[in-house]
C-alpha cells in the first residue's frame, strides 16, 4: 500500500564517520560566522576526524561532535540526542553574574508588585521597575497596555531584563514599541543563501515598529549582564537606539545569529546561527550590545540587600 | 511529418463536434513519501486525507481534463520526527485520439504546491516550494461489459518537461528572493525561480482508473494517482505520492 516511499530509495548509512561527515559539511555551509570569529573550520575537521572511529559508541561520538560545535564559541549551537544536548555558555559564565533574584525579590519587588503577564513590576521611589524573565514568554498588548498606565504617573520606567536569555522577537518588538511613536531603524540583518563563505543575502533593515495603541515618551533605563542573550540583545539594541533609553550595566551576551536546525541521519538534531546581524554602526549583535553606562554589582552592596545596578538606574532619574 | 500534425491539431481542436461535460467530486486517502534536505537526510512517509474536484470536456477526437486536489498527510521518519505536509495540486490533461483509437496523447500541465511543516525545529520550520511544468501526456482506454454493465480501464501517465519553480530558501522559510532581500513582488520573483527543464527538476505521473458507468449517464470509478516530483532548487526536495480516489462523476451536458 506504501510503496511509494521506497522509490525515494532508503536513509544510507548512519555510521560514526557518516554522522561526522554531513554534521561538518553542512556547518561549513550553513553556519554564519565563520569569518567573524577566525575559525578555520577546515582545521577544525582535520583535528576531529582523527578521532572518530567506526567501532565508537554513541556517547562516544556525542562527545567528539559536541567538542567539533564547542569550537563555534556561539550559544546558540547546540547538538540534541536522546541523551545529551551540548551547549557553549561561556559567553556568560565567565563573566561575573551581575544579578541577585533573591535581592531583586525582597528588596525591590517585596510582596505588593504587580504580575501583567510575564512582566513583574513595582514602582520604586516614583520610577516604574519592570522585570521581564524572558522573551519565551508571551508579551500581550494589554500586558503593555498595564505597565504604560502605571509608567504614567512615574518619573521614568527601569526595564530589567539581566539573564533573559532570549525567545521570540515578537515580544522584543512589542516592547521597544511602546516607548516610541515612529517607527525606526535599529540595524541590518542577512542571512546564508548558499554553501560558499561569503553567500548571503542582501542586508535588509531591522526595524522597531510604531506602537499604535499609546506609548511612553518619558526615560527609560534598561539594565543588562552577559546573560542577556539572543533576542534580548536585539532588544537592547533596539532600545540603546532609542534617544530616550540608556543601557546599563553590562555588555550583553550576544546570540546576534537566528538558530537554524538540521536533523543528523543518525536522528540527533543540532541548530546553528545561520544568520548575521549588525548594528548602525556595523558591529556585530553576536560580540553583544555594548552599554552606555557601565555597572557592575557590588558585591558589599549586593550582601547588604543592595541592587547597584538598580540603584545606579535610580539615580539617573534625578 | 511535424507540419502534418499541427495541422491535425489545428483541425480537430476547431472541428464542430458533439461535447460532453463532466463534473468529478472525489475523495480518498494519500500515501506519502518525501525527502527535504532543508531539513534532514532522511525520509518521511505516512498517509493522510485528499478530496478532489474535477471537470472532463469531451469531444470526438479530444479529452480535456482539469483536476484540483487538496491533500494533508502527516508522515514521520525512522527516528520518529513528525513532518506536516499540506499539499495543493491542479493538473491539466489535453489528449487526442483518433477516431476507435484506445490510444491518446497530447500535452500537460501540472501546477503543485506543497507546505511542510516539521516538528521541534523552532526556527524556519516551514518550507514551501511551487511548480508549473509542462510536457507530454499519453492516455490507454479500453471498455468491457460484467453482467450488462459497462466498464471503462483508462490509464493515463505525463512527463513534465518544462517550466519553472519557486523553492524554500537555502535556509530561510521564504524564497531566496523575499524576506531577506528588500524587493518587491516582481524583483523577488524573478530573484526566486528556478527553471523546470530535463535533467533537472523532474516531474512525472501515473494514473490508472476503473470506471463504471451507471445507467443515468453518471459513473463510479477508482482512481490512483501516483506521482513523483523533485525540485533541486536551493535545498533538494523530492516526494513520491500516491492518491487512491473513490470519484462520482456527473454528466452536466
Given at each position: 500500500m506504501s510503496c511509494e516511499k521506497h522509490l525515494l530509495g532508503g536513509d544510507g548509512e548512519a555510521s560514526p564517520t557518516e554522522v561526522f561527515e554531513f554534521l561538518w559539511k553542512d556547518i561549513n555551509n550553513r553556519y554564519s560566522y565563520f569569518e567573524l570569529k577566525g575559525i578555520d573550520w577546515d582545521e577544525v575537521k582535520q583535528r576531529y576526524t582523527e578521532q572518530i572511529d567506526e567501532h565508537m559508541s554513541e556517547t562516544e561520538l556525542f562527545d567528539v561532535l559536541a567538542a567539533m560545535l564547542f569550537e563555534l564559541e556561539d550559544g546558540h549551537v547546540n547538538l540534541t540526542s536522546p541523551f545529551n544536548r551540548s551547549r557553549n555558555w561561556d559567553w556568560f559564565q565567565d563573566e561575573p553574574l551581575n544579578y541577585n533574584q533573591g535581592v531583586i525579590d525582597r528588596?525591590?519587588?517585596?510582596?505588593d508588585f504587580h504580575i501583567s503577564g510575564p512582566l513583574r513590576h513595582q514602582v520604586i521611589n516614583g520610577i516604574l521597575y519592570v522585570n521581564y524573565r524572558s522573551f519565551a514568554d508571551e508579551l500581550r498588548d494589554k500586558d503593555i497596555d498595564a505597565i504604560l498606565q502605571r509608567a504614567e504617573n512615574a518619573r521614568g520606567v527601569i526595564i530589567d531584563v539581566r539573564s533573559n536569555g532570549g525567545g521570540a522577537l515578537n515580544n522584543a518588538f512589542n516592547l521597544a514599541g511602546a516607548f516610541t511613536n515612529q517607527s525606526y531603524t535599529y540595524g541590518k540583518v542577512r542571512i546564508k543563501?548558499?554553501?560558499?563563505?561569503?553567500?548571503f543575502s542582501s542586508w535588509t533593515d531591522l526595524r522597531v515598529p510604531a506602537r499604535e495603541k499609546g506609548w511612553y515618551n518619558g526615560a527609560v533605563v534598561v539594565l543588562t549582564n552577559s546573560?542577556?542573550?539572543s533576542t534580548t540583545t536585539y532588544f537592547s539594541e533596539m532600545m540603546r537606539q532609542n534617544p530616550r533609553a540608556l543601557i546599563l550595566g553590562a555588555p550583553t551576551g550576544g546570540g546576534g545569529g537566528s538558530p537554524a536546525f538540521g536533523e543528523l541521519p543518525n536522528g540527533w538534531t543540532y541548530r546553528f546561527s545561520s544568520t548575521q546581524a549588525v548594528t548602525?554602526?556595523?558591529?556585530?549583535f553576536e560580540i553583544g550590545i555594548p552599554v552606555n553606562v557601565r555597572v557592575d554589582l557590588d558585591k558589599s552592596e549586593e550582601d547588604q540587600g543592595i541592587d547597584t545596578m538598580i540603584e545606579r538606574a535610580i539615580a539617573l532619574f534625578n | 511529418m511535424r507540419i502534418r500534425f499541427l495541422v491535425f491539431l489545428i483541425v480537430i481542436s476547431t472541428a464542430s463536434q458533439a461535447q460532453n461535460h463532466e463534473l468529478w467530486f472525489a475523495g480518498g486517502m494519500r500515501a506519502e513519501g518525501l525527502r527535504d534536505l532543508g531539513y534532514s537526510p532522511l525520509r518521511f512517509d505516512g498517509f493522510g486525507l485528499s478530496g478532489a474536484l474535477g471537470y472532463q470536456k469531451s469531444k470526438e477526437n479530444k479529452d480535456v481534463i482539469w483536476l484540483l486536489n487538496y491533500n494533508q498527510s502527516e508522515t514521520t521518519n525512522q527516528f520518529n520526527r513528525g513532518l506536516t505536509a499540506t499539499t495543493v495540486g491542479l493538473l491539466n490533461l489535453n489528449l487526442y485520439h483518433r477516431e476507435n483509437s484506445n490510444f491518446s496523447w497530447g500535452w500537460s500541465n501540472n501546477n503543485g504546491l506543497q507546505h511542510r511543516l516539521i516538528s521541534g525545529f523552532d526556527n524556519f520550520n516551514g518550507r514551501t516550494d511551487v511548480f508549473t511544468s509542462f510536457g507530454p501526456a499519453g492516455a490507454y482506454q479500453t471498455s468491457f461489459s460484467i453482467k450488462s454493465q459497462t466498464f471503462t480501464f483508462k490509464a493515463i501517465s505525463h512527463v513534465q518537461m518544462i517550466g519553472f519553480y519557486l523553492p524554500s530558501g537555502y535556509v530561510a522559510?521564504?524564497?531566496?528572493?523575499?524576506?531577506?532581500?528588500?524587493?518587491?513582488a516582481i524583483k523577488g520573483f524573478w530573484e526566486s525561480i528556478y527553471l523546470f527543464y530535463p535533467g533537472g527538476a523532474f516531474n512525472a505521473g501515473f494514473w490508472p482508473k476503473l470506471e463504471w458507468h451507471l445507467s443515468t449517464g453518471n459513473s463510479i470509478s477508482l482512481n490512483y494517482l501516483y506521482e513523483y516530483t523533485r525540485l533541486t532548487g536551493a535545498q533538494m526536495h523530492e516526494r513520491s505520492t500516491g492518491m487512491w480516489l473513490l470519484n462520482v462523476s456527473m454528466r452536466i451536458k
Open positions: 528588596e525591590y519587588l517585596g510582596r543563501n548558499g554553501s560558499c563563505s561569503d553567500c546573560a542577556s542573550y548602525l554602526e556595523d558591529e556585530h | 522559510s521564504l524564497p531566496s528572493g523575499f524576506g531577506y532581500e528588500p524587493n518587491g
